[in-house]
């Protein structure tokens, strides 16, 4: 399977992941964390149902604070 993940192309083993095998393949434990596949924002109550196919474009942005 062939992804865009943070507009680098990236490839993987598997025909799909969902995104918490993804998060854990790449290894982004930050808790903070913004999910999007294909433009659509991922709730983190989701991760383990929303499936990633070839060709999906994915962003994971990480939040930050302060002041």
């Known amino acids: 399977?062939?992804?865009t993940l943070n507009n680098r192309?990236?490839?993987?083993?598997?025909?799909?992941?969902?995104?918490a095998e993804l998060l854990e393949i790449k290894?982004?434990?930050f808790k903070m964390l913004v999910i999007k596949v294909?433009?659509?924002?991922v709730k983190k109550n989701d991760y383990d149902?929303?499936?990633i196919k070839n060709g999906d474009d994915?962003?994971?942005?990480?939040?930050?604070?302060?002041?």
């Open 1 to 3: 399977m062939k992804i």
């Open 9 to 19: 192309p990236e490839s993987f083993d598997k025909e799909q992941l969902s995104v």
């Open 27 to 29: 290894n982004y434990t």
């Open 38 to 41: 294909n433009g659509k924002l």
């Open 49 to 51: 149902s929303v499936q």
């Open 58 to 67: 994915v962003s994971v942005l990480h939040l930050v604070s302060g002041g």
